[in-house]
């Protein structure tokens, strides 16, 4: 067994992973709020988690890993959203729009994030099914002396955990001199967050102690977890947007409810997403989600072998270019596997590659070596490890039948055209080829093709009317 080592941000060094339960390794992914289309920044976080759990199957078996990623299916931009709707004419419930906004919107994730190449986790919880875990957790928060009522509100009380601001590596005093806090007048201190809030007549609520409302955000991440894989388990993650106060927050809550557990074992972050150069926004003009690529053609597999070729720890930047080369990369790979049954594992250095830290790029680099060696077998094998020419994947990277016949057609009438020393004929398809994304190579046995990144079959259309095939 390969010794895997893992960031820890709570200790900020390597470690070697050693799990609590060989037999039994969980972890935890803070999924998405179901109000919108997911945007490509909120891909990465997904597909780190998706390499680690295959990583993690390679190594302990695929049922000895378990992997939960929520939906955060209570929120004020749902309701806003279904506000939204109900004011633009719907006749639906509240409750009915917010449902069928959440199922839309979950329906969009799953269709994105599998054609990303993501496996589906374990479970998939959603915050409304564990209300009734979010008041009981509450409840015995209050109970410890670690939570307050106030004027409907539930409140965790910071200064009641000593370790408050261990992830982040601040002080609560620094945190308030420094950070953005909601000021209200039933807080006992500033940096105290809420657990539970009142909702009014034209919102969803559910009934509590503290009267009719709904769950804060960080509960709900600490009651799902607990329910799913224990008070103790071995590695929870997201965006670094998340440490705090998110990350940070669900630790004092968890570690409260449960003081002799220890709640996540390894805390596991990836850094943000730029988009040439910058920072994804609206204002700047460069926020788009991961529907919006698919829908321009941007094959879901070049997506994915993009985002790992940049180190998770690292700042990743999103350029065309980048799109552009993985594109040219994954046809030749598909060209050289096509037809090949995998080797019976992963190349021993890929996997070394990824037991330091999740090193894709390095794992990457791997494949372009059996590449080049045209070991197509245990490319195949190690490219499926990082979930790269999965089947049924690679249709974007293929020619159909049309565009097949006319290229053999069109390298057809280029022989003829250099027999006869018609050689204007012959150059002008050669460079019809370039222009049309088509790679032709000429060997002792005949010509060779294959379809570049940028491959526009209706420019090999015009080619082939133009030279009459």
């Known amino acids: 067994m390969t010794q895997i080592r893992l960031t820890n941000t709570r200790t900020r060094r390597k470690e070697d992973f050693v799990p609590i339960d060989p037999a039994n390794v969980r972890l935890y992914l803070c999924g998405p709020t179901v109000y919108d289309r997911a945007h490509l920044g909120n891909a990465r976080p997904v597909l780190v988690f998706d390499l680690l759990v295959r990583l993690l199957r390679h190594e302990y078996g695929d049922r000895a890993v378990t992997y939960v990623r929520n939906f955060t299916d209570v929120d004020d931009k749902i309701n806003a959203e279904a506000q939204r709707r109900r004011a633009a004419g719907s006749d639906l419930s509240l409750e009915a729009l917010i449902a069928e906004r959440t199922e839309e919107t979950i329906g969009w994730y799953h269709a994105d ?3 990303l190449g993501a ?3 374990d479970h998939e919880p959603r915050a409304t099914a564990y209300v009734g875990q979010m008041v009981a957790m509450t409840a015995d928060l209050i109970a410890k002396g670690h939570a307050y009522e106030a004027e409907g509100h539930v409140l965790f009380d910071v200064r009641s955990f000593p370790d408050y601001g261990q ?3 601040r002080s609560v005093d620094d945190m308030i001199a420094g950070a953005r806090v909601e000021v209200a ?9 809420v657990l539970w809030k009142p909702s009014s007549d034209d919102l969803p609520g559910w009934d509590s102690p503290w009267g009719r409302g709904r769950p804060g955000w960080h509960i709900e991440c600490s009651a799902m977890s607990a329910a799913l894989l224990g008070p103790h388990f071995d590695i929870h993650g997201g965006g670094i947007d998340l440490q705090f106060p998110h990350h940070e927050n669900e630790i004092a809550q968890s570690c409260c409810a449960h003081p002799q557990a220890g709640f996540a074992n390894v805390w596991l972050h990836n ?7 910058k920072k994804m926004s609206k204002s700047l003009g460069n926020f788009f989600t991961v529907r919006d690529l698919l829908d321009r053609g941007v094959p879901g597999e070049v997506i994915r072998f993009v985002m790992l070729s940049t180190h998770y720890r690292k700042p990743m930047d999103w350029t065309e270019t980048k799109a552009q080369e993985a594109e040219a990369v994954l046809r030749r790979w598909h060209g050289l596997v096509a037809g090949i049954e995998p080797a019976t594992s992963p190349a021993p250095a890929l996997i070394e590659a990824l037991a330091d830290d999740l090193n894709a790029a390095g794992a990457i680099a791997v494949l372009h070596d059996l590449a080049g060696r045209e070991d197509a077998a245990g490319l ?9 020419l999965l089947p049924g994947m690679g249709e974007w990277a293929q020619a159909d039948g049309e565009a097949a016949g006319q290229i053999e057609a069109l390298l057809a009438a280029r022989l003829a055209a250099r027999q006869a020393r018609d050689f204007g004929r012959a150059d002008a398809i050669r460079d019809g080829f370039a222009a049309a994304g088509v790679e032709v190579k000429d060997t002792a046995q005949g010509p060779e093709w294959s379809l570049a990144a940028g491959f526009n079959p209706a420019r090999l259309a015009d080619l082939a009317r133009t030279h009459g095939t």
């Open 113 to 115: 994030m599998d054609a």
């Open 119 to 121: 496996l589906r986790p």
């Open 167 to 169: 992830l982040s590596g």
């Open 185 to 193: 007048p039933f807080k006992r201190d500033p940096m105290d967050f």
């Open 271 to 277: 850094e943000m997403l730029q988009v040439e150069g």
């Open 380 to 388: 195949l094998a190690s490219a499926r490890m990082l979930g790269l």
